[in-house]
């Protein structure tokens, strides 16, 4: 069976946003000053808990909140070139967002491999 468009797509922009952040640096990119942010839905927040440190901004609206171009912008989201690093559920949505992301400008944004999930793991 060959692989699907979404498939391709989401190589592509794993690609692009490379190198990803694993769950087990992700502490230390908060501890060097990037801004993590949360994309994943209030139900799955409630579900698996919050990010700490983290900043929630709904997936919908996340291109307004970073674009350094937008009135929209977040006022801590800092310097175009500041590190972000986007977290969903399970590292997928999120590495689409960070490609995108990286079309308006922002050249130091990637995401977190495999997501909160791969995160939560980690804890005791």
């Known amino acids: 069976m060959s692989e699907s ?3 391709r797509l989401l190589d592509e922009a794993r690609h692009r946003i490379a190198p990803r952040v694993t769950a087990a640096n992700l502490t230390t990119a908060m501890a060097e000053g990037a801004l993590v942010v949360d994309t994943r839905p209030v139900a799955q ?4 808990g919050e ?3 983290a900043v929630v901004i709904d997936r919908n609206v ?6 350094p171009t937008s009135a929209h912008r977040l006022a801590d ?6 590190r972000i690093v986007i977290v969903c559920d399970e590292g997928y949505s999120s590495s689409l967002a960070a490609a995108t992301l ?4 922002l050249s130091n944004v990637t995401d977190l491999d495999g ?3 791969a995160w939560r793991r980690l804890r005791p």
């Open 115 to 117: 997501g909160y999930q």
């Open 102 to 105: 990286r079309q308006l400008g």
């Open 51 to 53: 990010l700490l440190g």
């Open 77 to 82: 989201a800092g310097a175009p070139d500041r």
């Open 62 to 67: 996340l291109e307004w909140r970073l674009d």
């Open 5 to 7: 468009n979404i498939d």
């Open 45 to 48: 927040r409630e579900r698996d």
